[in-house]
């Protein structure tokens, strides 16, 4: 069974960055079958996709274009974890952030996904 | 902001069904097939559905759904108090803002 955890910060300052872990269990990072993603969910802009990193015999990253110019997702192969890193953060990107796999079958779906970290971008 | 769309709320008794529908585009649902996930208050996702209409182990039968054209449909028969949740679709998108996309989530309330 599949498990994430996620840790990292609750308070970010405004213009700084915000940093999160997902360490994961019963898979590895490295899977190549599977992604792993950030995705956040806030009253105004509902669940939104942030991107996710992937193997396929080297590594991948998609990004929303949303964020495109702010955001790098890495893989840790030693701890079997992938972080999220979102830079010059507002109060806008107030949310909870979600881990999540990233299954493939005839198409991708998140799979399972974590406890989720709410994130206050406040001074 | 969600491309797709669902309707705010739906409600019926025990017992009874309801239908949440997911309105998209030839971008993402015409071209992809469509994921569902139940939000429990104060939890997070949990998938329902995958590649339309495919229920993971655990997810009892009375969750079906179906995809048609650029909209998607869950259907939830026999409900239950416990079935009150948010309910979000999501899929790819393929327009300049692509990516993955949910819906604007769907509260079901049991009367």
């Known amino acids: 069974q599949v498990q994430l955890q996620q840790s990292g910060p609750g308070l970010v300052t405004p213009s700084q960055t915000l940093s999160l872990t997902c360490a994961i269990s019963g898979d590895s990072v490295s899977s190549n079958s599977a992604a792993w993603a950030w995705i956040r969910q806030s009253p105004s802009r509902g669940l939104e996709w942030l991107g996710r990193t992937y193997y396929r015999s080297r590594w991948y990253n998609d990004y929303a274009v949303s964020v495109k110019s702010r955001i790098t997702i890495n893989p840790d192969t030693s701890k079997n974890q992938f972080s999220l890193q979102l830079s010059s953060v507002t109060p806008e990107d107030t949310a909870v952030y979600y881990c999540?796999?990233?299954?493939?079958?005839?198409?991708?779906?998140?799979?399972?996904w974590g406890r989720g970290t709410l994130v206050t971008v406040s001074s | 902001q969600s491309v797709l769309t669902q309707p705010p709320s739906v409600s019926a008794a025990p017992g009874q069904k309801v239908t949440i529908s997911c309105s998209g585009s030839s971008s993402n649902i015409g071209n992809h097939y469509v994921s569902w996930y139940q939000q429990l208050p104060g939890t997070a996702p949990k998938l329902l559905i995958y590649d339309n209409n495919k229920r993971p182990s655990g997810i009892p039968d009375r969750f079906s759904a179906s995809k048609s054209g650029t909209s998607a449909t869950l259907d939830i028969t026999g409900l239950q108090t416990g079935d009150e949740a948010d309910y979000y679709c999501g899929t790819w998108d393929y327009s300049p803002s692509a990516g993955r996309v949910f819906g604007t989530g769907t509260k079901v309330t049991v009367l």
């Open positions: 999540a796999r990233d299954q493939w079958d005839q198409d991708w779906y998140f799979d399972p």
